[in-house]
């Protein structure tokens, strides 16, 4: 976005894919601050009950999927015409994009269609990471 911005003159940027590309950083910008304030809920969350977990993965899900479409719109600028600068900035964001869903959907997977005994033989294990990194780390502090 701020490359866009910034380098207007010397890219050869018209006005309406700026601003495409700035409300598409914006968009951007949204969901990568809801996905920040839930991973650090993180550990809040793990050590509640397991149907806590479930719905926290279904939120997640749910808003993974609001995402998508900006996803392939974002995708759309791959056919403008756009700098070479530019478009190794879409191609790094959007593979960026496409990895962050891809970790998620698997992760809501394995939360809500797994069979009962290994989704919570599974979030047993990661509840023990988050408590044994908290453990580790307020025994750090202290010594």
């Excluded at 010397?10 to 598409?24: A, H, S």
């Excluded at 719905?55 to 479409?69: A, D, H, M, N, S």
Aim: aromatic share 12%; proline share 1%.
């Amino acid at each position: 976005m701020i490359g866009s911005i910034v380098l207007k003159p010397y890219i050869n940027l018209m006005i309406q894919e700026r601003d495409l590309i700035i409300f598409l950083c914006l968009i951007n910008i949204l969901f990568s601050l809801y996905y920040l304030w839930n991973a650090l809920r993180l550990e809040k969350i793990f050590k509640l009950e397991n149907k806590n977990i479930i719905i926290f993965g279904k939120r997640i899900g749910v808003i993974t999927l609001l995402y998508i479409p900006h996803s392939f719109l974002f995708a759309s600028l791959f056919f403008r015409n756009l700098h070479n600068l530019e478009m190794i900035m879409v191609s790094l964001i959007f593979l960026m994009e496409i990895m962050i869903i891809g970790l998620v959907l698997k992760e809501v997977y394995d939360l809500l269609f797994l069979e009962e005994t290994r989704r919570d033989f599974e979030i047993d294990t990661n509840r023990e990471k988050y408590i044994e990194k908290e453990k580790k780390s307020s025994i750090g502090i202290e010594e």
